[in-house]
């Protein structure tokens, strides 16, 4: 097919007059064109059917049919089509006018981050609502946005675009560059596949690079430019995972996933806060009648305006309902009953910090108490934003954990009212230290929610900015949550940041700061076997704890890394002893239900002989189910623990069942992790083994070891699991290259 003919401006197409050519393609010449009827200018593509001899009816047909339903779709991030028409052999195409160029002109100019960003928002909100209609444009590209007058995107040239019907399967198209695997694969194509490209061309306009689905080498994120921030590496990475159903679930829930910018957040909420410790700081006057607004007035309107602003953004219904897909894509079936129950404990909570932080903007004095009721509610506000970003990019892991994270970080607004509440104890804090507590608490949410590597990365940055704004209580505190975090990614350098937190919070005078990262030097030596310095921290604890009275809270954090040790040293009794006070101190404070009680009353139970532990890890067992349902990923933990204590005491086929329900629960997560499959499926085995079903342990064994080696499980482990597994396959009388296959599995361990 040879080249596009350009014809001349006056050409006369139906009712529109022809201007000037503004580009030619592979698949016509788009033209600008005036309307006289409407008197406006258009831009108007005339369309290139393929085929010998001309187009036949039925292309024409078809072509019309397309273009017809694309004129009904209207969204204001899709270049609206106005018209269709014929043009001789060739359909015409009457599209909305953009004075801004394409989006790979714009580019050229090198803008900004967050106004690249902000384009490619837009776009995606426009993919989103043509997939909404049933529409995959299966050609997303830099040349097929289109910039307005204003600089806003708009998505067209859906000239590759087919629709969505049963089970139409949808092959080829697209340009090479920004293809996802399946369409090179000429497999089955849907909105997925506009995800893909989505993400290739938002990361070459962030970076200048590239991505190929045909690349080789490491996972997706480890591939993607270091350039990029770590957020939008792991957004990206998912959006790029070669099988389509391991990308988001929806555009709507990748692009509630980009407005997740933590700066971003944390700008919105800081800018919210500031409204409305601001105003208080003025001391509004209230009680007199103006037939005019008044400036206090109208402040307090701003304010209660921010807020409402912040809320909108961060959990509208639609918001809400992309992360509800979030969890089912992350987990399935027990992911969506997550959210149920997770978003039930969160609306009243989001609802009543909206109505407290309206009437702090209401507030008529500039009192001490009313600037710490104000700080409280920005750093609830916080947490409320910091769930709002984590929730939209969950995993399985975040799932697992989002009911303890919704209890262990969200506190009622309306503790705020009060003196006796955390939020006026921090009477020592400098106004840099009040100003950077939000992005503290953003780095306790990633903690609570087992993002360790991201949390890292974030306690760190808040500890350097404290550090510069010599805010001394902010920087220990992220020093601390940064040695945590990294002493449960068992990095190498998470010994040195907790000492350093140590001498931060002394040198800041926050004694339960100092104790806190001594107790976390307890749990670092002693899963270390380094008892002696682990005695040493735990006595320094102990110290420090004992001059500020034993408070509760930190009490239960010792005890329980004291029981740690003791268990480490084989001291039973001394370990029964402390997590038994554990128990004893969070039972004190919290509801049976609470994950602090169960938490303590599983480490108690598994301090005592199996039979008396075993009925207390059924309570656990009792207590998730009733409060989380049976197929939560919690519930799969507490099944778990329930059948391992079982086979100990050789109940064998009550060891099976409980251990099926969680092998059962976990199989039902999409991005469950390998390692913990592999765990149940070799408990099970065991199971099987006891109960005499030999050539199924072993099976099941061979399978579960496979899947931990593929998880990353600890050489120790897959080695203690290989040696059991040659051991039954000696005593089934196997071939010797099974066992060879094993030995040799065993030898690259070494």
Not at 182 to 209: I, K, N
Not at 476 to 489: D, M, P, T
């Amino acid at each position: 097919m040879g080249p596009a003919q350009v014809l001349g401006r006056g050409t006369s197409l139906g009712r529109y007059v022809l201007l000037e050519a503004l580009g030619v393609g592979g698949q016509g010449v788009v033209y600008a064109a005036y309307d006289p009827q409407l008197d406006r200018k258009v831009a108007l593509k005339l369309v290139r059917v393929r085929g010998e001899g001309g187009a036949s009816d039925e292309q024409r047909a078809r072509l019309l049919r397309e273009a017809q339903v694309l004129a009904q779709l209207s969204h204001p991030n899709v270049v609206a089509v106005h018209d269709v028409g014929r043009f001789a052999d060739q359909l015409f195409i009457a599209m909305e006018f953009m004075a801004g160029g394409t989006l790979s002109d714009w580019l050229e100019k090198k803008p900004g981050f967050t106004d690249v960003l902000a384009r490619f928002q837009e776009a995606g909100r426009g993919l989103a609502a043509a997939h909404a209609a049933g529409i995959v444009h299966r050609d997303f590209k830099p040349d097929n946005v289109l910039l307005d007058q204003h600089g806003a995107a708009h998505v067209t040239d859906f000239g590759l675009a087919r629709f969505v019907d049963g089970d139409t399967m949808i092959v080829g198209g697209g340009t090479a560059a920004w293809m996802s695997p399946e369409q090179r694969a000429r497999a089955e194509v849907g909105p997925a596949s506009d995800q893909y490209s989505f993400c290739v061309a938002l990361c070459w306009a962030l970076s200048g690079t590239r991505f190929s689905s045909a690349d080789a080498g490491g996972s997706v994120e480890a591939r993607l430019p270091a350039v990029l921030p770590a957020w939008l590496r792991r957004v990206l990475a998912r959006g790029l995972a070669p099988a389509p159903g391991d990308r988001f679930p929806s555009m709507e829930a990748l692009l509630v996933a980009l407005e997740n910018d933590p700066a971003k957040a944390r700008r919105r909420l800081l800018n919210a806060a500031v409204v409305v410790a601001g105003l208080v700081a003025v001391g509004l006057v209230s009680g007199g009648l103006f037939f005019r607004e008044t400036p206090a007035q109208r402040l307090a309107r701003e304010c209660a305006a921010s807020v409402d602003s912040t809320l909108a953004q961060t959990w509208s219904a639609s918001r809400v309902d992309a992360m509800r897909q979030v969890f089912v894509a992350a987990a399935g079936a027990p992911g969506r009953d997550a959210f149920a129950k997770v978003w039930a404990q969160l609306e009243p909570e989001v609802r009543a910090w909206g109505e407290a932080s309206r009437a702090s903007c209401r507030l008529d004095a500039a009192s001490a108490e009313q600037r710490a009721r104000a700080q409280c509610l920005s750093t609830r506000g916080a947490v409320l934003a910091s769930l709002a970003e984590v929730f939209g990019s969950a995993d399985a892991q975040v799932v697992e954990n989002a009911h303890a994270t919704v209890v262990l970080e969200v506190q009622p607004a309306a503790s705020c009212q009060s003196r006796g509440e955390e939020s006026f104890a921090l009477s020592h804090d400098t106004d840099a230290d009040r100003a950077l507590r939000p992005a503290l608490s953003r780095t306790r949410v990633l903690r609570a929610a087992g993002r360790y590597a991201e949390g890292v990365s974030a306690a760190l940055e808040v500890a350097a900015d404290a550090h510069e704004e010599k805010a001394f209580r902010v920087e220990a505190e992220a020093q601390l949550l940064a040695g945590l975090l990294s002493a449960e990614l068992r990095r190498p350098d998470a010994e040195s940041l907790l000492k350093s937190a140590v001498s931060l919070a002394e040198r800041a005078g926050s004694d339960e700061e100092r104790a806190r990262a001594w107790v976390g030097l307890i749990g670092w030596y002693s899963e270390r076997d380094r008892f002696d310095a682990a005695h040493e921290a735990a006595s320094a604890a102990d110290d420090i704890t004992s001059r500020l009275g034993h408070p509760e809270f930190l009490e239960a954090l010792r005890l329980t890394q004291v029981g740690q040790l003791a268990t480490r040293e084989g001291e039973l009794g001394q370990a029964r002893v402390a997590f038994q006070q554990v128990l004893a101190l969070r039972r004190k404070r919290y509801p049976p239900w609470h994950p602090l009680v169960t938490r303590a009353l599983t480490n108690h139970a598994l301090s005592l002989p199996a039979a008396e532990a075993q009925a207390l890890l059924l309570e656990v067992l009792q207590i998730r189910q009733a409060q989380l349902g049976p197929t939560h990923p919690e519930t799969a933990v507490a099944e778990h623990n329930v059948g391992v204590v079982m086979l100990g005491n050789g109940s064998c086929q009550g060891a099976r069942r409980h251990v099926a329900a969680a092998l059962s629960i976990r199989q039902q997560m999409p991005q469950a992790d390998p390692a913990r499959l592999g765990r149940e499926f070799v408990v099970l085995a065991r199971a099987q083994e006891c109960l005499g079903e030999l050539d199924d342990a072993a099976a099941g064994m061979e399978r579960g070891i496979e899947a931990m080696r593929q998880g990353g499980a600890p050489d120790a482990e897959l080695r203690r699991e290989l040696n059991h597994l040659r051991d039954l396959l000696e005593r089934l009388e196997r071939p010797t290259e099974e066992l060879e296959r094993v030995s040799e599995a065993l030898r690259q361990l070494e």
